[in-house]
Structure formats: C-alpha cells, structure tokens
C-alpha cells in the first residue's frame, strides 16, 4: 500500500514537473518515488528488445572480439541497462545528473550486475574522452532537453557530446516522440558525415497511447558525407491518420530535398554553422585542395561577409602560415585572379598559408576602415582556423598591396565608354632615397580593372631625345600592363610629388617591359625590316589599343621608317594621351577613332582611310610603303571576369583571326599582349594561333604574367634560325636601343 501511495505521488508530480531540465525537480521525483523502482518513458522492455538488439549486434559485429562500449545517458530508474547486462551487453556506462537516482541504482546492482558502471554527471558535459564509446542509447533524454524555455541550447549542447564521444563507426541511439522542433535539431546536427534513418518502436498490446515512439539510428561515417534519411517502416505499417506520423513524414521529405540540393550544387554557399557541422569535412584539420564559401557575420559583428575557404593544395616552398585571411577590394572582387578558382589557387599559391580565407568586399562595407574590418573579422575566422600542436598564434591579414610610397593624383575623368579614368604621379617602395637617383612614373589606369596599370612613363626633367645613350643609361625598368595597382596600401602622406608636374614623360624610355617585350619581337623579322629600309619604303604598322600613347611614340622616335596607325575607341583615351603623357600625332603617327576589329577588316578595302575627315595617305604615299604590314593588339579587356585581361575575348576569336591572315596577306607580323593568369585560357588562345597562322613564336616576360605571341602568315619568312644575328640586324636599325639585356634572342620559343 505505502508503495503505490509512492508511486501516485510521483506520478503527480512528473505531471506538474514543468521544467524536465531541472536537477532539483528530478532529485524530487526520485525521492519520493522511492529506491528499487523503475520508471520507462516511452518504450517497455519487450516492446522495445527486438530493434534495440538488432541494432546492437549489427555494431558488435564490426566490433569484432572487442565488448561494446555503451553509454546511456538521463538513465534515471530504467532498467534498460540491467536487461542489455543480461543479454550480454555488460560494458554498460549509466548517468544522470540527478545523485538521488544513481545512488539507488548502484546500490541496487552493485552486486547482481558488477561490471556496469554508474556516474553522476551531466550529458550536456560529458566527463570521457573522444571515441569512447561504440554506442549512445538515449531513451528520451533529448526530447526532455528540448523544452521551449531554452530552445534548443541544451539539445545542441548534448549532441555536440555525442558526436564528440562516440566512435567512427558507431551508433547514435534515439528513442523520441520525434516532435517537429526535435527533428528539426536532429537533423541539422546529423546532416552531414552521418547515416541515419528512423525505425518505429512496437506498441504495447492494448495500449491506448495516442502516441508513437520512433528509434531514431545514426552511424558516424566521414566527414562531408552527406546521405538521405531513410525510414525502416511501411508506410501503412502504423495509423497514418495521426498527426505526429504525418508530421515526421513531412519533415524527412523536406530534409531530404535540402540534402538532394547540398549534393548536387557544385558552387555551395554554406552557412557557417553547416561547415561547423561538417558539410566539408573536418574544419580542425587541414585538407588539401578542399575550397568552399561560406557567409561570415553574426548577432555580435558589424557586417557579414562572403569568404572562401581554401586549403593549399602541396607548396613547392615551405609554408609561412597555418592560417591567413586575404581580403579583396570590392574593386577588384571581379577580377579573374579573384573570382575565378583558378585564379583563387594562385593567391593561395603566393600567401604561403596553409589554409587561406579570403574574404570579399561589397557595398556594405563602403567607408569602413581596414582597421574596423580587421577588428570585425578577427573573432569569426578564429573560427575557421585548423587546430595546430603549437601555441596559438595570430591570423595574419593580406591584401593586394600596390607597392606605392607615394601617390598623387593629377587627373580623374570618367567617359561612357571606358568608364573612370586616373592619372598619377606614383613614387615605389623600392625607389631610392636621394633625390638624385629618384624615379618618378606617372601612370593611367582604368577603373574597371584596378588591379591593372593600363599605360607607365618614366618622368624626367631633362628629355634628352636626341641623345640615345643617355636613355640607355637610365637602366632597365621592369614594369608592365599588368603590374598590381590594388588600392588599398595607399601612401599616407597626401603631399604632393616635389616638381613632378614640372617634368616631362621621356618617350625614349619604355618603362613597360611588356612593350619592350613587343619591340624585342621585331628582330623576327629584322632581315625584312633592313630589306624594307634600304628600298626607302616604310612599313605599315598598325596597334590596336592607345592607352597613354606610349608604345607608338618610342616607335616614332626609334623606327622611323615604320608609318604608324593607332586604332583607339574612346576619344577621352586620346585626349588624356596628349595632354598628359606629352602624346601628339605627325605624319608619321595618326589616331583613328573606331572599333579595331573593324578597322583591321576594312582598312584595306578603303585606300584613303580618313582621320578626322583628312585621308590618311594619298596614292603617292601608298608607292612608298611596302606590302608587309606590322599589326600589334594592346587593348585591355573590359571583361576581367573573363580570367582574359588582355586583349578583349573578340580579338582572339577565329573570326578575327582570319581576319588578320588575311589583312597580313603579302607578309607582316601579329603581335598579341597576351595577359592571363590562367594557363589553360593562354594554352586556348595558343591552339588557336596555331589553327590559324604558319609560324607561332612566344616571349614570356620573367616576373609578370605577360606573354607575347607573334604571329605570321604563310607567306612570311622569319630570322628564326638565325635570331643572335637579326638582334644585331635589328639595334642598328633602331635609332633608341633597349637597355642591355632587353633583346635576348635565346628567350623567344617556337611554338609553331
């Protein structure tokens, strides 16, 4: 009788319990329900012996000779444990918080049962090891966690335990009412790396509940696995008229079309939280060549932000960092080297971080300082850092720097076609301190490719044109189209440039190496060049792409026999050329404004082709040039998305390739700026030269992306074989030679 008296008062007061995650609520139940009585929460032992068994023996299995190890965790009075002893599951480890109701089950199997163990302790902190056990039977525990008071902080706190604890290969155990905020948790925190599927538990002969218990299983696979939810029950198996079965149908068809969707995108944007969970693999240890996006941001920081997460693939050079965060300027998130994986590689390549997160500007952070971004950053990538034995260390922050010591800017002009415009004076890190031997460039770029320095010119204040040896001895400048601009390192100081607006551009000086690239190029047809000179004829020579006037004003001043045409589409490009960069135009070099693509296919047709409504030659001056023609592209491309910076994608299409075959028809010479850091975009553009042209040379440029290509038709006839010889043919032409070492006949490669 003072039994059962027991038992109704605690059944009471488990009715008025309230709040299932209260120590001191349980203590009391225990207390008062009494030692040496047992309590199930959804499942009675012969309901529940079958799929429970099945479920352990297929583990046992794989386990081999070795006892599984299982934990039950909120055991409470249930006598689980003590059936599974008896079937011959005796390495059984028991807790609960509550001390009340592990005192009275040690006391009650102490001796019967000596071999199972019995712990007070939280399952929300659980006191054991990594991979300790083979298997985790919850009998209820997580939906008690799950209470609407605290969310689901506790139900996470727990399965982040059982992940951490249970061994690979194990399995996760769940018996639940399988509520909608429960599976919800369940499988957020089991989508990825996970095996699960949901059987159902027997009911009890005659019983009444209007409830169904699920046994949900869970195996820990691999990391980044990601496997549908499968259901091991018929349909028609259980009443499909009640809610809570519809309710579960409902919520495994939407988790597996989230899973149908994470496996079939090949670009992801995860969430932070889903590569926490594993979505790609283990974030605490390094996996090469992984890459993945993710969104950065949260509750406590100013801003969110799109990042990738990229591990290096095997260095040739040992590696600096463990890990780096790369930010890149909105103005260059469009960029090829950027925003296309290939190009992303290279950055990791040159950061020499082990992991590598860059993280991309947008709107949203305009008028931020980097030091705010920084700060910002700072505590979400910790997040992202793999583990390391050492001691931990900073996250080194990197971006594209343009190496300016000091920057002022002359001009900023924005045209329809080419968009914003900069002129600037620009002093580099590595230019030396006196002000004797101190080197000032001004230079152009374009707004739609930051990263790149459209045109270069050294600045003088004693242009010395007529004296060629004294340009020669101004000393190599290595710089190119394709130098980094960046924008973010920019100088402090705004003072200006002391005199640079009293000097001159020196056009007997290419501070570009790429021209000087262009111009070594002659030497591959220096023979036909000296036939052409002394017939006193000029050569036609033709270059797509203005930019500050440069190129075309050393050939004016170093080839004088050469008749030079510039094709350039924006008039504001010319008008920057000529008041700027010291560019002016003779009989010798004429501007036209016009497409160059067709320019080149109609030129020939049109024997006067007009400038500004001048005709370019009169019949005479066409008896004086030769058939050979020089055609040189040096546009930039407006696409950089593209990974082709220069030229623009049109100029190397077919099209205009057979275009230029033709135009070169009586012999003459394709010159490409070739800019890409993709080798299989250069490799693509490559194959098609070769399709079309007879003869296919290369010159790439030592420390720069640039490639020249040359080009010939069948009918030309080149210095190849002989190329130390035209070197020397083609500097006593030129009446400016290239500093020493510049004309280098063992660089160029036959590709055709």
Same mark, same amino acid.
């Given at each position: 009788?003072?039994?059962?008296?027991?038992?109704? =008062?605690?059944?009471?007061?488990?009715?008025?319990?309230?709040?299932?995650?209260?120590?001191?609520?349980?203590?009391? %139940?225990?207390?008062?329900?009494?030692?040496? $009585?047992?309590?199930?929460?959804?499942?009675?032992?012969?309901?529940?012996?079958?799929?429970?068994?099945?479920?352990?023996?297929?583990?046992?299995?794989?386990?081999?000779?070795?006892?599984?190890?299982?934990?039950?965790?909120?055991?409470?009075?249930?006598?689980?444990?003590?059936?599974?002893?008896?079937?011959?599951?005796?390495?059984? #480890?028991?807790?609960?918080?509550?001390?009340?109701?592990?005192?009275?089950?040690?006391?009650?199997?102490?001796?019967?049962?000596?071999?199972?163990?019995?712990?007070?302790?939280?399952?929300?902190?659980?006191?054991?090891?990594?991979?300790?056990?083979?298997?985790?039977?919850?009998?209820?525990?997580?939906?008690?966690?799950?209470?609407?008071?605290?969310?689901?902080?506790?139900?996470?706190?727990?399965?982040?335990?059982?992940?951490?604890?249970?061994?690979?290969? *194990?399995?996760?155990?769940?018996?639940?009412?399988?509520?909608?905020?429960?599976?919800?948790?369940?499988?957020?925190?089991?989508?990825?790396?996970?095996?699960?599927?949901?059987?159902?538990?027997?009911?009890?002969?005659?019983?009444?509940?209007? %409830?169904?218990?699920?046994?949900?299983?869970?195996?820990?696979?691999?990391? *980044?696995?990601?496997?549908?939810?499968?259901?091991?029950?018929?349909?028609?198996?259980?009443?499909?008229?009640?809610?809570?079965?519809?309710?579960?149908?409902?919520?495994?068809?939407?988790?597996?079309?989230?899973?149908?969707?994470?496996?079939?995108? $090949?670009?992801?944007?995860?969430?932070?939280?889903?590569?926490?969970?594993?979505?790609?693999?283990?974030?605490?240890?390094?996996?090469?060549? &992984?890459?993945?996006?993710?969104?950065?941001?949260?509750?406590?920081?100013?801003?969110?932000?799109?990042?990738?997460?990229?591990? +290096?693939?095997?260095?040739?050079?040992?590696?600096?960092?463990?890990?780096?965060?790369?930010?890149?300027?909105?103005?260059?998130?469009?960029?090829?080297?950027?925003?296309?994986? /290939?190009?992303?590689?290279? !950055?990791?390549?040159?950061?020499? =971080?082990?992991?590598? !997160?860059?993280?991309?500007?947008?709107?949203?952070?305009?008028?931020?300082?980097?030091?705010?971004?920084?700060?910002?950053?700072?505590?979400?990538?910790?997040?992202?850092?793999?583990?390391?034995?050492?001691?931990?260390?900073?996250?080194?922050?990197?971006?594209?720097?343009?190496?300016?010591?000091?920057?002022?800017?002359?001009?900023?002009?924005?045209?329809?076609?080419?968009?914003?415009?900069?002129?600037?004076?620009?002093?580099?890190?590595?230019?030396?301190?006196?002000?004797?031997?101190?080197?000032?460039?001004?230079?152009?770029? %374009? *707004?739609?490719?930051?990263?790149?320095?459209?045109?270069?010119?050294?600045?003088?204040?004693?242009?010395?044109?007529?004296?060629?040896?004294?340009?020669?001895?101004?000393?190599?400048?290595?710089?190119?189209?394709?130098?980094?601009?960046?924008?973010?390192?920019?100088? /402090?100081?705004?003072?200006? !440039?002391?005199?640079?607006?009293?000097?001159?551009?020196?056009?007997?000086?290419?501070?570009?190496?790429?021209?000087?690239?262009?111009?070594?190029?002659? =030497?591959?047809?220096? #023979?036909?060049?000296?036939?052409?000179?002394?017939?006193?004829?000029?050569?036609?020579?033709?270059?797509? *792409?203005?930019?500050?006037?440069?190129?075309?004003?050393?050939?004016?001043?170093?080839?004088?026999?050469?008749?030079?045409?510039?094709?350039?589409? $924006?008039?504001?490009?010319?008008?920057?050329?000529?008041?700027?960069?010291? @560019?002016?135009?003779?009989?010798?070099?004429?501007?036209?404004?016009?497409?160059?693509?067709?320019?080149?296919?109609?030129?020939?047709?049109?024997?006067?082709?007009?400038?500004?409504?001048?005709?370019?030659?009169?019949?005479?001056?066409?008896?004086?040039?030769?058939?050979?023609?020089?055609?040189?592209?040096?546009?930039?491309?407006?696409?950089?998305?593209?990974?082709?910076?220069?030229?623009?994608?049109?100029?190397?299409?077919?099209?205009?390739?057979?275009?230029?075959? $033709? @135009?070169?028809?009586?012999?003459?010479?394709?010159?490409?700026?070739?800019?890409?850091?993709?080798?299989?975009?250069?490799?693509?553009?490559?194959? &098609?030269?070769?399709?079309?042209?007879?003869?296919?040379? +290369?010159?790439?440029?030592? /420390?720069?992306?640039?490639?020249?290509?040359?080009?010939?038709?069948?009918?030309?006839?080149?210095?190849?074989?002989?190329?130390?010889?035209?070197?020397?043919?083609?500097?006593?032409?030129?009446?400016?030679?290239?500093?020493?070492?510049?004309?280098?006949?063992?660089?160029?490669?036959?590709?055709?």
């Amino acid at each position: 009788m003072e039994k059962k008296k027991r038992r109704e =008062a605690a059944t009471e007061i488990f009715d008025t319990l309230g709040d299932f995650t209260s120590k001191e609520n349980w203590d009391k %139940f225990f207390t008062v329900r009494g030692s040496g $009585d047992s309590f199930e929460w959804y499942a009675e032992w012969p309901e529940l012996r079958d799929p429970l068994l099945a479920q352990l023996k297929t583990v046992a299995a794989a386990a081999a000779a070795d006892p599984l190890q299982i934990l039950v965790p909120g055991c409470g009075s249930s006598r689980v444990s003590e059936y599974l002893y008896d079937d011959g599951f005796r390495c059984t #480890t028991n807790i609960d918080f509550s001390k009340v109701v592990v005192s009275d089950m040690l006391r009650r199997y102490v001796r019967s049962r000596p071999e199972m163990r019995w712990r007070v302790m939280d399952m929300t902190e659980l006191q054991f090891a990594e991979e300790t056990f083979d298997v985790i039977f919850d009998k209820g525990g997580l939906d008690a966690l799950m209470e609407p008071e605290h969310g689901a902080k506790l139900g996470t706190k727990y399965l982040k335990e059982v992940k951490r604890v249970l061994k690979s290969g *194990g399995k996760f155990l769940c018996l639940t009412l399988a509520e909608s905020h429960v599976l919800a948790l369940l499988f957020t925190e089991l989508r990825f790396g996970w095996d699960t599927s949901i059987a159902i538990i027997p009911q009890k002969i005659g019983s009444k509940s209007a %409830f169904q218990t699920f046994l949900l299983v869970a195996v820990k696979g691999k990391m *980044g696995v990601l496997n549908q939810l499968s259901l091991l029950f018929e349909h028609h198996s259980i009443n499909l008229k009640g809610e809570q079965v519809h309710s579960l149908l409902d919520a495994v068809e939407n988790e597996n079309k989230l899973r149908s969707q994470y496996s079939s995108g $090949d670009d992801i944007v995860y969430s932070l939280e889903d590569l926490q969970l594993g979505a790609r693999g283990n974030l605490k240890e390094l996996l090469p060549g &992984r890459r993945c996006q993710t969104i950065l941001g949260n509750h406590g920081s100013l801003y969110h932000y799109k990042a990738i997460l990229l591990d +290096s693939k095997q260095h040739s050079e040992p590696l600096l960092y463990h890990c780096g965060v790369f930010i890149v300027p909105k103005a260059r998130a469009n960029e090829w080297l950027f925003s296309s994986e /290939e190009g992303q590689w290279l !950055i990791v390549e040159s950061s020499k =971080a082990a992991r590598l !997160i860059m993280v991309f500007m947008d709107s949203r952070h305009t008028g931020a300082s980097m030091d705010e971004i920084q700060k910002d950053l700072s505590p979400l990538v910790k997040g992202l850092a793999p583990e390391r034995s050492e001691d931990e260390t900073l996250i080194p922050f990197m971006m594209a720097g343009d190496g300016i010591k000091q920057r002022d800017v002359i001009h900023e002009v924005t045209s329809t076609v080419t968009g914003h415009m900069i002129v600037e004076d620009v002093i580099y890190d590595t230019a030396a301190e006196d002000p004797p031997n101190l080197k000032v460039f001004r230079r152009l770029t %374009f *707004g739609r490719s930051s990263g790149l320095v459209q045109s270069e010119a050294l600045l003088s204040d004693n242009i010395l044109q007529s004296n060629p040896s004294a340009a020669n001895k101004k000393g190599k400048v290595v710089s190119s189209r394709s130098r980094k601009k960046g924008g973010q390192k920019r100088s /402090e100081s705004h003072k200006l !440039i002391h005199g640079s607006k009293s000097m001159k551009v020196d056009h007997s000086c290419l501070a570009s190496l790429y021209h000087s690239g262009i111009v070594s190029g002659f =030497a591959l047809i220096a #023979t036909t060049l000296e036939h052409i000179v002394s017939s006193g004829k000029k050569i036609r020579t033709y270059i797509i *792409g203005l930019g500050a006037g440069l190129l075309p004003m050393f050939l004016r001043a170093c080839l004088p026999f050469l008749q030079i045409e510039v094709v350039e589409l $924006d008039p504001i490009v010319l008008d920057l050329a000529s008041e700027y960069f010291s @560019f002016v135009e003779d009989d010798q070099l004429k501007v036209h404004i016009a497409d160059g693509i067709h320019f080149i296919r109609d030129v020939d047709a049109v024997k006067s082709f007009p400038v500004n409504g001048t005709p370019t030659y009169s019949p005479a001056d066409e008896n004086k040039t030769s058939g050979t023609k020089i055609l040189i592209i040096d546009a930039d491309s407006s696409d950089l998305s593209s990974g082709l910076s220069c030229p623009p994608t049109d100029f190397v299409e077919d099209s205009f390739l057979l275009s230029v075959r $033709d @135009f070169l028809s009586e012999g003459g010479i394709f010159i490409i700026n070739l800019v890409s850091r993709s080798a299989a975009i250069k490799e693509k553009v490559i194959l &098609r030269l070769k399709a079309v042209f007879n003869q296919l040379f +290369s010159l790439e440029l030592e /420390e720069d992306v640039n490639e020249i290509l040359f080009a010939f038709p069948a009918k030309m006839c080149v210095d190849a074989d002989n190329l130390p010889e035209a070197v020397v043919k083609l500097n006593s032409l030129m009446k400016i030679p290239l500093p020493n070492g510049q004309i280098e006949s063992g660089r160029f490669r036959c590709l055709l």
